[in-house]
């Protein structure tokens, strides 16, 4: 098979992971488990929390020691695993803990996926997109299949860890065909990401890195609270169907990915693509905060595909950019970082407490309360990018 073939392949499985627990988990844990506001918000902030340690692990293993690919395929090997047994807990804080080590596992495969695709791309603006949406596919086809899971009769619960944890056993077999990608054992400085974090000196890659955190915050009111907030009474989609449902979202992302960022990127530049990006956040929660049609709700589930790819796709790209070729590896664990680590930590625990304030103790939440904070954060977010961030693609490639 052709390099573009194999990390296409790599992609799928990395992201029908996530995607298999990611988008439903969270109305398992609510409807089944019956975990609080705040207990949700602390099992989703494990795997943000494990991407905070994962560049000192990951990046600086596969920059300095270990070939990338070997690395992946262990660590997704031995997650699988643990994500099976997993899948048969009950218990909060055996989950909570148990979770926490899958999610050490993890973490660090989500910014390597994205290193070997790049150093094993000859054009990153052009192709990535096309070797990235890939991944769309694999979260849309895990959430198509737990969804024929449930209606051949599975209970909803958590089949959806297991299914993840097949998935990452696949993937930990699939990573051993990957291009052999070598540590760069010459390079001359000793310690890659701390060279990475040399990069803020540039004003316009601090101003980036900051407001790509408290985006990267927000982030995770769709993916803790969507989910219980489409199967709530105000919504109506029914357990069985959600994670079906939610692939408009991951569908109008292959639309993004494969189609329109290839052809913005360089016909308007990284600023324009980026600013399209964070515009679309504020749009989507308003719609949730009002709520209603339903069919409008569902709808909107389909601007991910600018939240997601016009911004977070879009940042690693112009990373890559900037990064010295031989930290490249921690360049990406270093936004990876910023934004599914500390971004995503912050956010899950926010997004819980938020819902925890805005629920009665009969457990009916408010959720025009809820949406509003994040639509609130993300227009101030959107001002603030367009007032400071000055630079565009030729920028980012001098």
Not at 190 to 217: G, Q, S
Not at 234 to 255: D, F, P, R, T, Y
Request: aromatic share 14%.
């Amino acid at each position: 098979m052709s390099v573009k073939v194999r990390l296409g392949i790599m992609m799928f499985l990395q992201y029908a992971i996530w995607g298999a627990w990611s988008p439903v988990l969270s109305a398992y844990l609510e409807n089944t488990l019956h975990f609080t506001g705040m207990q949700i918000g602390i099992i989703y902030s494990l795997l943000p929390l494990a991407t905070i340690i994962s560049p000192f692990i990951g990046g600086q293993l596969a920059d300095r020691y270990f070939s990338s690919e070997k690395v992946i395929a262990v660590l997704q090997l031995i997650g699988g695993l643990l994500l099976i047994y997993i899948s048969r807990l009950t218990d909060y804080t055996s989950m909570m803990w148990l979770f926490f080590l899958y999610s050490l596992l993890y973490a660090p495969t989500m910014a390597l996926t994205n290193s070997i695709a790049f150093i094993n791309m000859k054009d990153s603006e052009k192709e990535f997109g096309q070797v990235r949406v890939w991944g769309t596919i694999g979260w849309i086809a895990a959430g198509l299949a737990l969804a024929g899971w449930r209606y051949l009769g599975s209970a909803p619960g958590a089949d959806t860890l297991l299914l993840a944890g097949i998935f990452s056993l696949i993937l930990g077999v699939q990573a051993f065909t990957l291009p052999h990608t070598p540590p760069q054992k010459n390079a001359a400085k000793p310690w890659a990401f701390i060279e990475a974090l040399k990069m803020l000196k540039d004003k316009n890659v601090l101003v980036f890195t900051i407001i790509a955190f408290v985006v990267a915050t927000e982030l995770m009111f769709y993916y803790v609270l969507t989910a219980p907030f489409l199967v709530s009474e105000k919504i109506g989609v029914s357990s069985n169907s959600i994670s079906a449902v939610m692939v408009i979202a991951q569908a109008a992302e292959i639309l993004v990915l494969a189609f329109l960022l290839p052809w913005a990127l360089p016909k308007y530049g990284i600023r324009t693509v980026l600013t399209i990006g964070i515009l679309a956040w504020p749009i989507r929660y308003i719609i949730f905060a009002i709520g209603s049609p339903a069919w409008l709700v569902i709808a909107s589930l389909a601007l991910h595909g600018f939240c997601f790819v016009f911004f977070f796709a879009a940042a690693f790209i112009y990373f890559d950019t900037i990064a010295p070729s031989d930290i490249r590896n921690s360049a990406q664990s270093f936004i990876t970082l910023v934004t599914y680590g500390l971004g995503n930590y912050v956010g899950s625990l926010f997004a819980g407490w938020i819902k925890s304030m805005f629920t009665t103790p009969e457990g009916v939440t408010n959720w025009t309360n809820v949406f509003l904070v994040p639509c609130a954060l993300t227009i101030l977010c959107a001002v603030a990018f367009m007032a400071l961030f000055k630079t565009d693609a030729a920028k980012a490639k001098s």
